[in-house]
């Protein structure tokens, strides 16, 4: 049941967390959310061409290191032509309906194969 001091103690606090933000779980005043609200700077994706059609760009993991060349389609091994590229139904995003219809698609196959050893 609500008395009036709890009612008052749930009013002072709505006002502190108007007056503050919450952090990863900490609640932070204006000085320091100011701090914590600096964000990292991420490097522009690569647009030249003719850089992009020669080089596999991103792929350099070392400092002073290049990007790898693409290599002609021989160099690779087989298998590589032949991977499955299609998601599954748990790698799209849950809110949408065609997640729905394969989950349930997938559903119905595994109980159907269930059924199916069972009988």
Same mark, same amino acid.
């Given at each position: 049941? &609500?008395?009036?001091? =709890?009612?008052?103690?749930? /009013?002072? &606090?709505?006002?502190? $967390? =108007? +007056?503050?933000?919450? #952090?990863?779980?900490?609640?932070? *005043?204006?000085?320091?959310? /100011?701090?914590? *609200?600096?964000?990292? /700077?991420?490097?522009?994706?690569?647009?030249? %061409?003719?850089?992009?059609? @020669?080089? #596999?760009? *991103?792929?350099?993991?070392?400092?002073? *290191? $290049?990007? %790898?060349?693409? @290599?002609?389609? =021989?160099?690779? %091994?087989? !298998?590589? !032509?032949?991977?499955?590229?299609?998601?599954?139904?748990?790698?799209?995003? %849950?809110?949408?309906? @065609?997640? !729905? +219809?394969?989950? +349930?698609?997938?559903?119905? $196959? $595994?109980?159907? /194969?269930?059924?199916? @050893? #069972?009988?």
């Amino acid at each position: 049941m &609500l008395t009036r001091k =709890s009612l008052s103690l749930c /009013k002072n &606090l709505t006002f502190l $967390q =108007s +007056r503050a933000l919450h #952090v990863n779980g900490f609640l932070l *005043g204006k000085k320091e959310a /100011k701090a914590a *609200g600096k964000k990292d /700077k991420f490097l522009d994706a690569e647009r030249d %061409p003719e850089k992009l059609c @020669k080089f #596999v760009c *991103g792929a350099n993991i070392m400092k002073n *290191g $290049q990007d %790898p060349e693409i @290599k002609p389609d =021989s160099e690779y %091994p087989d !298998w590589l !032509w032949n991977l499955k590229l299609e998601r599954g139904p748990y790698e799209r995003e %849950p809110d949408t309906f @065609k997640y !729905w +219809r394969l989950v +349930r698609r997938k559903t119905l $196959q $595994q109980m159907n /194969k269930e059924r199916k @050893k #069972v009988a």
